[in-house]
């Protein structure tokens, strides 16, 4: 019967991976997409606190709810001490454009502050304020999420306060996930224990009950992670972080590169849970490693789709140097790829380089790439990087469709005047509606002020 079983599940792997890369090579129609608006939303000041802007890379600040969006930005403190110098900032725009609704009064976080919406209904921001006196390092901190109305952004937030199991402690240092069931009006919050790595969870009810689910222990202390909630079903993807374990190649960066901080960034893992109202996260798996080879992911965006297959968006570098390939993998080629990975019931369906480009070939090489969802529930990915056009190789924005009735997998640039080299969307996991317009929100090449863009979609 166990055989028969197996059998079975290894026909049906076959047949998703099948369709998966026949969508993938189908020919069709090429889709356009137009800049319809490139402008300053505002400019940042250098915190110095060890989180930037776009730090909180895994949970978007940019959310779409019909024809206004909402941005969660922080601002620096002029003279305020560390860590938490920075305060948070809540923009709107409308016909009318960009205007700041309202700001934290007192300069109390140190990181962004991710933002999800329910589609009709509130806004609502993930904050991590300080417990202590200013100046205070590495010190307690009291996660919160805020309510505002949209359709009166500048009325005083409502104050919630998530649930947590017993055992929680919260800095500065949150390394949080944040998502919203737009459709459901259901929120899933993630913040870790600086002491001990573990992931909290606490969970909004549609009803606007706030239950502590727990919490999850990846196999080594994990960060940034994406998170994503869809019809009861949650979902996370955490890249690991932790000190450099080999102290030979430790040795070696520090006396090329003369810095102490030495954290790695080697193995990725996700994990799952079928109903977070009832169920917690499963044993969390290892979906790729280049620990062996001193490598590098990063791991860049999450999507469920509506059969609960999550797919999975990230970056992979076998060596993350040369003078440590060169010592000690000598005739291995540096590259760089884009992977897509496609994972149902806990177990990898499929794998994919979206995007490689070996050192020396003249392939488009990606840096950094989001997952878009037109209104046709096509699967699209926007990647930044570079590539060969009249024989000079130039950097930009670039987007492909991977899945649909008319996916070619042929990456085409987005005609910005600014390309972004980091950024944020207005993606279904903050609680924004599929749709065929791409709300853009990061840095591009006129640092420090902070972008946006809005970019149409013809399919």
Same mark, same amino acid.
């Given at each position: 019967?166990?055989?028969?079983?197996?059998?079975?599940?290894?026909?049906?792997?076959?047949?998703?991976?099948?369709?998966?890369?026949?969508?993938?090579?189908?020919?069709?129609?090429?889709?356009?997409?137009?800049? &319809? #608006?490139?402008?300053?939303?505002? *400019?940042?000041?250098?915190?110095?606190? =060890?989180?930037?802007?776009?730090?909180?890379?895994?949970?978007?600040?940019? #959310?779409?709810?019909?024809?206004?969006?909402?941005?969660?930005?922080?601002?620096?403190?002029?003279?305020?001490?560390?860590?938490?110098?920075?305060?948070?900032?809540?923009?709107?725009?409308? !016909?009318?454009?960009?205007?700041?609704?309202?700001?934290?009064?007192?300069? +109390?976080?140190?990181?962004?502050?991710?933002?999800?919406?329910?589609? %009709?209904?509130?806004?609502?921001?993930?904050?991590?304020?300080?417990?202590?006196?200013?100046?205070?390092?590495? %010190?307690?901190?009291?996660?919160?999420?805020?309510?505002?109305?949209?359709?009166?952004?500048?009325?005083?937030?409502?104050?919630?306060?998530?649930?947590?199991?017993? %055992?929680?402690?919260?800095?500065?240092?949150?390394? +949080?996930?944040?998502?919203?069931?737009?459709?459901?009006?259901?929120?899933?919050?993630?913040?870790?224990?600086?002491?001990?790595?573990?992931?909290?969870?606490?969970?909004?009810?549609? /009803?606007?009950?706030?239950?502590?689910?727990?919490?999850?222990?990846?196999?080594?202390?994990?960060?940034? $992670?994406?998170?994503?909630?869809?019809?009861?079903?949650?979902?996370?993807? #955490?890249?690991?972080?932790?000190?450099?374990?080999?102290?030979?190649?430790?040795?070696?960066?520090?006396?090329?590169?003369?810095?102490?901080?030495?954290?790695?960034? +080697?193995?990725?893992?996700?994990?799952?849970?079928?109903?977070? *109202?009832?169920? =917690?996260?499963?044993?969390?798996?290892?979906?790729?490693?280049?620990?062996?080879?001193?490598?590098?992911?990063?791991? @860049?965006? @999450?999507?469920?789709?509506?059969?609960?297959?999550?797919?999975?968006?990230?970056?992979?570098?076998?060596?993350?140097?040369?003078?440590?390939?060169?010592?000690?993998?000598?005739?291995?080629?540096?590259?760089? /790829?884009?992977?897509?990975?496609?994972?149902?019931?806990?177990?990898?369906?499929?794998?994919?380089?979206?995007?490689? *480009?070996?050192?020396?070939?003249?392939?488009?090489? $990606?840096?950094? !790439? +989001?997952?878009?969802? %037109?209104?046709?529930?096509?699967?699209?990915?926007?990647?930044?990087?570079?590539?060969?056009?009249?024989?000079? *190789?130039?950097? =930009?924005?670039?987007?492909?469709?991977?899945?649909?009735?008319?996916?070619?997998?042929?990456?085409?640039?987005? &005609?910005?005047?600014?390309?972004?080299?980091?950024?944020?969307?207005?993606?279904?996991?903050?609680?924004?509606?599929?749709?065929?317009?791409?709300?853009?929100?990061?840095?591009?090449?006129?640092?420090?002020?902070?972008?946006? #863009?809005?970019?149409?979609?013809?399919?």
């Amino acid at each position: 019967m166990k055989y028969l079983l197996n059998i079975r599940w290894l026909i049906i792997c076959c047949i998703y991976c099948f369709c998966t890369i026949s969508t993938s090579n189908a020919a069709g129609k090429d889709f356009s997409c137009e800049v &319809e #608006a490139e402008e300053i939303v505002t *400019r940042y000041t250098p915190a110095n606190n =060890g989180a930037g802007p776009l730090w909180c890379y895994g949970s978007t600040v940019i #959310a779409r709810q019909g024809g206004d969006v909402f941005l969660s930005v922080i601002e620096t403190g002029e003279g305020v001490p560390l860590l938490c110098n920075t305060r948070w900032q809540l923009w709107h725009r409308s !016909a009318d454009g960009w205007k700041l609704a309202q700001s934290e009064k007192e300069y +109390r976080q140190r990181e962004p502050c991710p933002i999800g919406v329910f589609q %009709g209904g509130p806004v609502f921001l993930s904050v991590n304020p300080s417990t202590e006196p200013a100046g205070t390092k590495y %010190g307690p901190c009291n996660p919160l999420v805020l309510e505002f109305d949209p359709a009166n952004p500048t009325v005083p937030a409502k104050i919630h306060q998530p649930a947590w199991a017993d %055992g929680t402690y919260f800095t500065d240092h949150s390394y +949080r996930g944040f998502a919203a069931d737009g459709a459901n009006g259901e929120l899933l919050l993630l913040n870790i224990n600086a002491r001990t790595s573990e992931q909290f969870v606490s969970y909004r009810h549609s /009803s606007g009950r706030w239950h502590e689910k727990g919490t999850i222990t990846f196999p080594i202390r994990s960060c940034y $992670p994406q998170v994503a909630l869809r019809d009861g079903s949650a979902h996370a993807m #955490a890249i690991g972080d932790i000190v450099e374990p080999v102290k030979e190649w430790q040795k070696l960066k520090f006396e090329k590169l003369k810095r102490k901080w030495d954290y790695v960034f +080697r193995r990725l893992f996700y994990t799952y849970t079928d109903n977070i *109202r009832s169920a =917690g996260f499963c044993a969390p798996i290892e979906i790729e490693t280049v620990e062996k080879t001193a490598g590098h992911i990063r791991n @860049l965006d @999450l999507y469920v789709d509506k059969t609960g297959a999550a797919h999975l968006l990230y970056t992979k570098q076998p060596h993350q140097y040369d003078f440590i390939r060169d010592k000690y993998f000598p005739g291995e080629t540096m590259t760089v /790829s884009l992977e897509h990975v496609t994972v149902k019931d806990g177990k990898v369906f499929s794998r994919r380089t979206l995007a490689e *480009r070996p050192a020396g070939s003249n392939a488009f090489e $990606p840096s950094f !790439a +989001r997952f878009h969802i %037109g209104s046709d529930d096509a699967l699209y990915v926007i990647a930044t990087g570079t590539s060969v056009e009249n024989g000079q *190789r130039t950097y =930009g924005n670039f987007l492909a469709q991977i899945t649909g009735s008319k996916n070619k997998q042929k990456f085409q640039r987005i &005609e910005l005047k600014h390309p972004f080299s980091n950024f944020f969307t207005n993606t279904p996991r903050g609680g924004s509606k599929p749709s065929d317009i791409i709300d853009m929100f990061g840095t591009a090449d006129d640092n420090p002020n902070l972008r946006y #863009a809005k970019i149409r979609i013809e399919p």
